[in-house]
């Protein structure tokens, strides 16, 4: 067998699953909880994220005192699964069912695998949160929609590697922040940045003041939701740049939303376009440049060529 990249992106009209990507974004809390819960402290909460496989979103390796355990939800087979090392493997069907039901079904396969699932029990940066186990109204899951989704983010991780890739500074993974239920990746000038005023709903501020420690260059994806009611690419500096806003970006399907600050690009014009890839690329690589022209960043010491797979970067040296 070959692989065989569709090379289509899916439609993502947000409206058409609003609720299921809710539940979805719950179900994700429940695995980005178990890392926090087990994983040691890393710069900008960079240990608490999840990442994004060829069947769905995974937690990777989490060493806890239980043994070596992960979580997945398959996009493919519609499953949660947890697997431990020796081999151990549990699942459950992911399907219409309220977050209190998937918490205790989560909590059951961990523990069947010989782990331990003793987690923070409410849901972060969402106003009005429920606790876990309380939160008993009935959800609905959208296999098919889950799928096109799962699409979307295996379209959009090779271009933010990619372009993560043109950087010799301090650079995040491209990993997805189930807190805020977006894939991201972040360049950092090397500088300090002011203490950030944090207030996040339901997100203790140490943890907002951690994560934007220093001066930042981030962009991302997000689903839908959050005042936004469809599918976006976003950018956004922190701090914000003077001229920021009005520097001038590509493509022309960008703007720049006051109420947010930050630059976004609908995810429907990208896919509509003779090539997506180019769109989104042109969009990482500009909205960089507007933070870092406007943030005076030493570009010249921290940006490089595009990497090559097998190919050693050459190293820059004085003339």
Not at 111 to 131: M, Q, R, S
Not at 155 to 174: D, N
Not at 229 to 240: H, L
Not at 291 to 296: F, H, V, Y
Request: aromatic share 12%.
């Amino acid at each position: 067998m070959t692989l065989a990249k569709d090379k289509h992106w899916p439609p993502l009209p947000w409206s058409d699953w609003a609720e299921t990507c809710a539940a979805l974004h719950l179900w994700t809390q429940m695995l980005g909880k178990y890392r926090v819960a087990h994983t040691r402290w890393v710069n900008h909460a960079w240990h608490s994220a999840l990442y994004v496989t060829p069947r769905g979103m995974t937690t990777g390796p989490v060493h806890e005192r239980g043994g070596c355990v992960s979580l997945t939800l398959d996009f493919v087979d519609h499953l949660m699964i947890a697997e431990a090392d020796g081999g151990a493997r549990e699942s459950f069907s992911l399907e219409p069912m309220s977050v209190a039901e998937f918490f205790a079904r989560i909590t059951r396969a961990v523990e069947a695998v010989g782990g331990t699932f003793h987690i923070h029990g409410a849901p972060n940066e969402i106003p009005e949160a429920v606790l876990f186990a309380e939160d008993t109204r009935p959800r609905p899951y959208d296999a098919e929609a889950a799928a096109r989704f799962h699409k979307a983010l295996l379209h959009i991780v090779p271009v933010f590697e990619r372009f993560r890739t043109g950087f010799l500074g301090k650079v995040s993974p491209v990993h997805f922040f189930w807190g805020s239920f977006d894939l991201a990746v972040t360049r950092f000038s090397g500088r300090e940045a002011p203490l950030h005023p944090a207030g996040i709903p339901n997100m203790p501020d140490a943890v907002a003041q951690e994560a934007y420690s220093h001066e930042v260059s981030s962009a991302g994806f997000w689903p839908g939701g959050g005042g936004v009611d469809e599918p976006m690419f976003y950018a956004y500096a922190y701090p914000t740049p003077e001229g920021f806003a009005d520097y001038r970006v590509e493509p022309t399907a960008a703007r720049f939303d006051t109420d947010l600050g930050e630059f976004l690009l609908p995810y429907a014009d990208v896919i509509a376009s003779d090539d997506p890839e180019a769109m989104l690329m042109a969009f990482l690589q500009s909205t960089y440049a507007a933070a870092a022209d406007t943030g005076n960043w030493d570009r010249d010491a921290l940006e490089c060529e595009i990497g090559t797979p097998g190919k050693p970067r050459a190293l820059k040296r004085p003339d």
